[in-house]
């Protein structure tokens, strides 16, 4: 199994991607701030469980990039929040984007918990 075909990966991607299309409406003064912010964490979710899929016989290691990956996660959500807050997005687009992120949080925290099921330590 390749590191793209886990669910929390495709599921991350396709909300990076959307948070991406998303933020092209953000004002041109959030360039470098909420636009540039948004973005990069919502893509580090994808680099740091690849990361930590190669990174998987090495539990500790495993569940460390893992922790990374659901802690900029969390910073997605916040942007989020900010993205709402100064009106750059509606609430039904803040809500659907969050559900995403929520559904990927609950995925990365069983990968935390279940290490030895994606092989971590072997």
Request: aromatic content about 14%.
């Given at each position: 199994?390749?590191?793209k075909?886990?669910?929390?990966?495709?599921?991350?991607?396709?909300?990076?991607?959307?948070?991406?299309?998303?933020s092209?409406?953000?004002?041109?003064?959030?360039?470098?701030?909420?636009?540039?912010?948004?973005?990069?964490?919502?893509?580090?979710?994808?680099?740091?469980?690849?990361?930590?899929?190669?990174k998987?016989?090495?539990e500790?290691?495993?569940?460390?990039?893992?922790?990374?990956?659901?802690?900029?996660?969390?910073?997605?959500?916040?942007w989020?929040?900010?993205?709402?807050?100064?009106?750059?997005?509606?609430?039904?687009?803040?809500?659907?984007?969050?559900?995403?992120?929520?559904?990927?949080?609950?995925?990365?925290?069983?990968?935390?918990?279940?290490?030895?099921?994606?092989?971590?330590?072997?």
């Amino acid at each position: 199994m390749d590191f793209k075909s886990l669910r929390v990966y495709e599921i991350g991607f396709a909300l990076a991607m959307e948070i991406f299309d998303v933020s092209k409406r953000f004002p041109k003064e959030e360039t470098y701030s909420l636009t540039d912010q948004i973005r990069r964490s919502s893509r580090s979710v994808c680099v740091n469980v690849a990361e930590a899929y190669r990174k998987r016989r090495y539990e500790k290691h495993f569940i460390s990039k893992l922790t990374d990956s659901d802690a900029e996660n969390a910073e997605t959500q916040s942007w989020l929040e900010f993205a709402y807050a100064c009106n750059y997005i509606d609430f039904g687009t803040k809500e659907e984007l969050l559900k995403k992120s929520h559904e990927v949080g609950k995925l990365l925290n069983f990968m935390i918990n279940n290490p030895g099921k994606f092989g971590a330590g072997n």
